[in-house]
């Protein structure tokens, strides 16, 4: 049987039908604005936001990194969840390339920073305090989709203020699926989140299924602003274009299909919850987090390793569904850690590796 690899959606490998949109895509060098299927896809991911304009970027590391430096100068911070990837998993890119200061604040179970906590959060104009500038949220967050409720608020309660605001949205396709309204295109759910705010960064490398690239969109003014700073990262990339081919490829035929991977995950839940030594945490969109009994996290993720079944974690395991999955290998995964529980020795242990993304 093959690998069950549920370490993450972004293990997928390029369908064949992806493959050949690649081979046929028209290309040019894009540092000069020549390359027709980036522009293509810029326009593509702008209008499909709401947004004026889009950049086409490596990754959502560096999407994120451009967005924050086009919207924030050395000496500026930004407020943004202790747990979010653009403070925690990003290596602080803000504060080493941009001499941006985070401005961390804690999370509820849902991701949420309390409203109080960031209006607290915003400093005067005093030569003590660092500039408050910008306000960054995530969408999904650990596979939680935020309430549209949250983000207006949240949002508005930043633009009263005077800060920017930008989405962290690497799986808001995810949320956009998982929230549309019954009869509601998610495409139209996806421009509805995109909505409140100034930029978001989108990626095609996570549940869409593209093998590399994200998107920052936003303003003519900011994305010109983020062109620069990606240029100085080293973003700048020639006939991108190969690349950009699978992103458009993906928008075109993997976004609706995001509603597969929530069922499995659904199902993937359903089928654990009925085990004993670990609970489930949550599993909303694609992500199943569980926590495990008497520290036997890692021998547990040995022996599903052992058994074709790829997770991450140590404690609280991670189970990300995406199109590389089916229901057979989600029944596989559920059979293996069933199995686990009631054949392996209490006793054994192994050592696990956490990789949050
Ligand atoms: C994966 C991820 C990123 C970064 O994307 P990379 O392409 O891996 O750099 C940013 N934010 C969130 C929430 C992510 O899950």
Known sequence: ???????????????????????????????????????????????????????????????????????????????????????RYEGGGAAVFGSVQPQPLLQDAQGRMALADIAAAIKPDDPHFARTRLLCLENTWNGHVMPDEYLRSATALAREKGLNTHLDGARVFNAAVASAAPGQDALQRLRGIASHFDSLSVCFSKGLGAPVGSALCGSHELIGRARRVRKMAGGGLRQAGLLAACALHALDHHVDRLADDHVHARRLADGLSGIDGLTVKSAETNIVFVDVAEGRGPALLEFLKAHGVLATGLIGLRFVTHLDVDAAGIDHAIATVRRFFTEAPAAAAGAGRSGPY
Do not use: W
Request: glycine share 10%; charged share 20%.
């Open 1 to 87: 049987m093959k690998t069950v690899d549920l370490r993450s959606d972004t293990v997928t490998q390029p369908t064949p039908a992806m493959r050949e949109a690649m081979m046929s895509a028209p290309l040019g060098d894009d540092v000069f604005g020549d390359d027709p299927t980036v522009n293509a896809l810029q326009e593509r991911i702008a209008a499909l936001t709401g947004k004026e304009a889009a950049l086409f970027m490596p990754s959502g590391t560096q999407s994120n990194l451009c967005g924050i430096l086009a919207h924030c100068g050395r000496g500026d911070e930004y407020i943004v969840g202790q747990l979010a990837h653009t403070y």
